[in-house]
């Protein structure tokens, strides 16, 4: 009984709500062992879903997978294809695709440990994602791995097949655990001077840049805290259907006071440093002295 209970404590903890997206080997040198990742994003406190429905009945709008020769086809006769020209297709098994690659190119293979800010954002495409040991053969590497890294200060870039797909990825130590984070390739990537020349020729002045530095500093923060924000609009939507819901009518937002005359660059800046002042009397971030 009591080995009963462990294990289904055991399968709650690995609930459908935390099902692992990516199962694999974390390689690197000779070193290997079993992973999960499981998401890091939490939709569940950001995303309000709306369906589609029929404004005359009520009814929810539905999308079906439709055959033009045979009408609905269930998802079991389904397969993918490639388009080799018009209307006719290759087809390819997800066994054939699997087949391609073996059990280290399914791997998440580490090819180099980097500086923290060896990556730039542009190249995060967003997805998260927290990896942890996969059984307890794995878990006394995992440990070694996460503390190795966290003492040197490095990250882990590599590459593993993923959706699909085969992904960059960066792997760094966050809170004794490892955090995986996909990146674009550099060829996804569309290079800034690709849209610089919509800029048309700099006016600006070495007075209004200096304005716009001290500006820069008075709004700086050492202390940022990130939980300060949060999704303001959303919380009025779910007041707005809260509402709804109970039967109440619904206020329009109060009109916003009518906006000032514009301000000239120069003019809107020095009133932004002084205002920026008068509301936040502390201590201004400290600055490192150059030394000779």
């Known amino acids: 009984m009591a080995t009963r209970t462990r294990k289904s404590k ?4 690995r609930s459908p709500k935390h099902r692992a997206s990516w199962r694999g080997l974390l390689t690197f040198g000779l070193v290997s062992f079993q992973v999960e990742a499981f998401n890091a994003l939490n939709r569940e406190g950001s995303d309000i879903h709306f369906h589609q429905i029929h404004a005359d009945c009520h009814r929810r709008i539905h999308y079906q997978k439709v055959c033009p020769v045979h009408g609905e086809v269930p998802n079991d ?12 297709y290759v ?10 690659r073996s ?19 542009l190249y995060f495409d967003g997805r998260m994602y927290y990896l942890l040991p996969a059984g307890e053969a794995a878990r006394s590497p995992y440990a070694v791995v996460v503390e190795a890294m966290a003492r040197e200060e490095r990250y882990g870039v590599g590459q593993m097949v993923f959706s699909g797909k085969e992904q960059i990825a960066l792997i760094r130590p966050l809170e004794n655990i490892l955090h995986l984070a996909m990146l674009n390739y550099q060829a996804e990537i569309r290079a800034p001077s690709k849209v610089a020349h919509e800029l048309g020729a700099s006016k600006e002045t070495a007075g ?14 050492d202390q940022f805290d990130f939980a300060k924000y949060h999704d303001t609009y959303r919380e009025t939507v779910e007041d707005l259907l809260a509402k709804k819901r ?11 006071e009518a906006p000032e005359e514009p301000l000239g660059l120069m ?8 205002q920026r002042r008068t509301n936040h009397r502390q201590p201004r971030r400290s600055r490192l002295r150059r030394t000779a």
Request: hydrophobic share 35%.
């Open 246 to 256: 109970r039967g109440h009518s619904v206020e329009p937002p109060p009109e916003e």
């Open 103 to 121: 059990e280290k190119e399914r791997a998440l293979q580490i090819d180099a440990f980097v500086a923290p800010d060896a990556v730039d954002p």
């Open 77 to 88: 006769e389904i397969v993918s294809g490639y388009e080799v020209s018009k209307g006719h």
């Open 10 to 13: 055991k399968s709650r903890s």
């Open 267 to 274: 003019d809107a800046l020095k009133k932004s440093v002084a």
């Open 91 to 100: 087809e390819v098994t997800h066994e054939e695709l699997e087949a391609l």
């Open 208 to 221: 209004q840049v200096r304005m716009a530095q001290r500006l820069v500093e008075e709004w700086s923060d």
